[in-house]
């Protein structure tokens, strides 16, 4: 048995193929770890593209909503660009965001 193996081994052929294999699998341009890298990088394009068409479908669907509605336009206005009508006051509040990165000593709280 280990006789047959052994002249498998040395045959010229399945050297050759063997080296073919090892090659493709790991030196070649296209070797199995490039593709799994390539395969995970398309799945995750694939979502990406998912996203952004759904991102545009939304977009698209917004701006003809404003295109054909005086309200939303006039709300979108007021909301986004801070604008006003000539008899209105605007007023604008800002909340002041606690600095966490301070620290309280002991000796502070005696």
């Known amino acids: 048995m280990w006789k047959k193996i052994l002249k498998v081994l040395k045959n010229k052929y399945f050297i050759v193929s ?31 593209k998912e996203y952004y068409e ?9 701006t003809l909503e404003l295109m054909n509605d005086t309200d939303q336009l006039e709300k979108y206005a007021r909301e986004k660009y ?21 620290t309280v000593s002991p000796d502070t709280l005696r």
């Open 18 to 48: 063997a080296a073919f294999l090892v090659w493709l699998v790991f030196f070649d341009q296209n070797n199995i770890i490039s593709q799994f890298k390539l395969s995970g990088k398309l799945k995750q394009l694939k979502q990406q």
């Open 54 to 62: 759904m991102e545009i479908r939304n977009n698209e669907k917004a």
């Open 82 to 102: 801070l604008m006003k009508k000539d008899n209105e006051d605007l007023f604008i509040i800002e909340e002041e965001i606690a600095d966490t990165s301070e």
